[in-house]
């Protein structure tokens, strides 16, 4: 798989609405299923089924803390891309949100 085609499939991770906001939450540091799901307003089993999908892909770890599995991002560089993206916005949010290329599916 060409570099290009790897980068596109990290990119999906980041892609889902969901999945953003999970990764955003943990931003700021580990988070149960219950704390995530709380902070955005998505269901436990919605949260649970994204954080499977970001662990299978390597983006997020957990830990067994007492009775709860704990979240985290697997890597610092992950809230450094973020607030990359945080920074592109600041100057050209406007661009995309009327981009005709990136229209929402839903």
Do not use: W
Request: aromatic share 4%; net charge neutral.
């Amino acid at each position: 798989m060409g570099s290009s085609q790897l980068q596109a499939k990290l990119f999906r991770g980041f892609s889902d609405r969901s999945r953003l906001a999970i990764l955003e939450i943990l931003r700021e540091g580990a988070r149960a299923v219950g704390d995530i799901a709380d902070a955005n307003g998505l269901t436990q089993p919605n949260v649970s089924n994204h954080l499977n999908c970001l662990s299978d892909c390597g983006l997020v770890i957990s830990e067994q803390k007492g009775r709860f599995i704990h979240y985290r991002l697997c890597d610092p560089r992950i809230a450094q891309l973020l607030e990359l993206a945080d920074e592109l916005l600041a100057r050209s949010a406007h661009r995309i949100l009327n981009c005709a290329n990136y229209r929402e599916d839903g």
